[in-house]
């Protein structure tokens, strides 16, 4: 089959490799109908981690069951499913209590809970960016969705960022009438405006550079605020009377970039924490990794980023983090799709066949204006 590979920093390619098959009682071969290249990937593109060449890549999978084994009893044949990025077992502690983001089975890399498909470090799991994928444990992973091709566009978003975006607002424990800071306007920072709406904020403030990105906030009712026009942080505490938002939410990640286009990756905690009021909520769901070698300090390399850690504790703000556990979210998200109340499609700017993707990750990671999102299909190949 066609599979999206990683070969080197900034090169991947369309290659031929084995079809996967069943390889326990209790897995699913889904064909890939939808997967989309996530902003995660582009720390792998650009060689910022240890994924190893050869990998398979693709972790925001959906599409339609090609075959189940013999164990598995809630899907068959035809159905159509989404794949959360999580691999979860379902029955460890971490599973049990809801957190399928840091399963304690599905890893061998030691010090490491959490499998993903398709990402460094988190398992053996090819991912989809392929023509079809097996997922471990499908009764438990999968999630159904009714039949057709109706909100396609939506729907592969609810494998991994309309459920992290979600995650981010529910850490930062979003609620009616709060006024939301919302750092980055990446994919993942746009869904998080549209979650704080979807939570009730009264206000929520979307911050980049990218002015492309910052129209599509708008258009999620967000209001923009540019770091071209200074320092967001005192952006946002001007435009609140001096208090600071009630929460934020970090979309950025350790390869945060000043205006000038150099590497800080301290900065936007610094301005999260700055533009977050007395006793507020913080959720970070940008991308931290435990080593770096790629990294501007030598500090960063190890993974210790300097953010002003004093400051947050002098204001008594919560702090919340890591990976999202999907399975918390994608049901109710789903169910909000059909319902007409959630159009994460929004996002969505460029539809492309699988063949298209070495081209496609190059225009992304290189932020060429009006690609913010782009989703592939590997039949259209």
């Known amino acids: 089959m066609k599979a999206v590979v990683y070969k080197d920093a900034y090169t991947v390619a369309i290659e031929e490799v084995p079809e996967p098959k069943i390889e326990d009682p209790r897995d699913v071969i889904v064909k890939i109908t939808t997967t989309n290249i996530c902003g995660s990937d582009l720390h792998m593109y650009e060689g910022r981690t240890n994924v190893e060449q050869g990998k398979v890549l693709g972790h925001e999978n959906m599409g339609v069951v090609a075959e189940a084994g ?29 957190w399928t983001s840091f399963c304690t089975r599905v890893n061998p890399t030691e010090g490491v809970d959490g499998g993903a498909y398709g990402y460094a470090s ?10 079809y994928l097996r997922v471990p444990y499908a009764d438990f992973n999968l999630l159904r969705l ?5 909100h396609e566009q939506d729907f592969t978003m609810l494998s991994d ?55 599509i906030a708008e258009e999620f009712g967000a209001t923009p605020v540019s770091i071209d026009g200074g320092d967001p942080a005192g952006q946002i505490i001007e435009a609140t009377g001096g208090m600071g938002a009630d929460c934020g939410v970090e979309a950025v990640g350790y390869q945060a970039h000043d205006p000038a286009g150099d590497e800080r990756p301290e900065l936007v905690m610094d301005w999260l924490v700055r533009s977050v009021r007395t006793t507020g909520r913080l959720g970070v769901i940008g991308v931290y990794m435990p080593q770096d070698p790629g990294a501007a300090t030598e ?53 492309l066949p699988l063949t298209e993707a070495p081209g496609a990750y190059d225009k992304f990671d290189k932020r060429e204006d009006g690609y913010t999102k782009v989703i592939l299909h590997p039949a259209a190949a």
């Open 70 to 98: 013999s164990a598995v009893e809630n899907f068959r044949q035809g159905d159509r499913v989404s794949v959360p990025f999580n691999v979860a077992c379902g029955t460890c502690y971490n599973c049990v209590h809801g």
């Open 146 to 150: 009714p039949s057709g091709t109706e």
């Open 122 to 131: 988190m398992g053996p799991y090819a991912g989809g960016q392929a023509e």
């Open 299 to 351: 500090e960063a390399k190890q993974g210790r980023i300097a953010f002003d850690f004093g400051r947050l504790f002098q204001k008594g703000q919560s702090l919340g983090t890591g990976q999202c556990p999907v399975k918390r979210y994608n049901e109710q998200l789903r169910d909000l799709i059909i319902a007409g109340r959630a159009t994460p499609s929004k996002i969505v700017s460029h539809e």
């Open 161 to 215: 960022i309309f459920p992290t975006a979600y995650f981010g607002t529910d850490l930062a424990r979003v609620g009616p009438g709060d006024t939301v800071a919302v750092y980055g306007a990446g994919p993942v920072g746009l869904l998080a405006v549209h979650s704080a709406m979807l939570r009730g904020a009264a206000q929520v403030f979307a911050v980049d550079m990218h002015h492309d990105r910052l129209r």
